[in-house]
Nanobody
Framework: QVQLVESGGGLVQPGGSLRLSCAASGINFNIASMGWFRQAPGKQRELVARTTSGGSTVYADSVKGRFTISRDNAKNTVYLQMNSLKPEDTAVYYC?????????WGQGTQVTVSS
């Protein structure tokens, strides 16, 4: 079955950086669109960034210029490099795969930005 396992979350000070990883199994990663979403307490889950199988990327306006999504098809892994982190980036970050219309989610990883 499909498994998406996120890692790399944690506590970081404002202005710091983190890199999230999402290792996928059970899907044809080469044709998958991969995305990172986040959900803060009391708020709806929102798109952070996504990348298509062809490498096109889309970012939320709130993270443009600070976050970078990338993928390594040889490792079936998608990354989210987060720089210049702000307290408002605090949330649970989820990985999502979409393959031929079938959507799967990871379990999430907590990112807390606080001094």
């Amino acid at each position: 079955q499909v498994q998406l396992v996120e890692s790399g979350g944690g506590l970081v000070q404002p202005g710091g950086s983190l890199r999230l990883s999402c290792a996928a199994s059970g899907i044809n990663f080469n044709i998958a669109s991969m995305g990172w979403f986040r959900q803060a307490p009391g708020k709806q889950r929102e798109l952070v960034a996504r990348t298509t199988s062809g490498g096109s990327t889309v970012y939320a306006d709130s993270v443009k210029g600070r976050f970078t999504i990338s993928r390594d098809n040889a490792k079936n892994t998608v990354y989210l490099q987060m720089n210049s982190l702000k307290p408002e980036d605090t949330a649970v970050y989820y990985c999502r795969s979409t393959v031929l219309g079938a959507i799967s989610w990871g379990q999430g990883t907590q990112v807390t930005v606080s001094s």
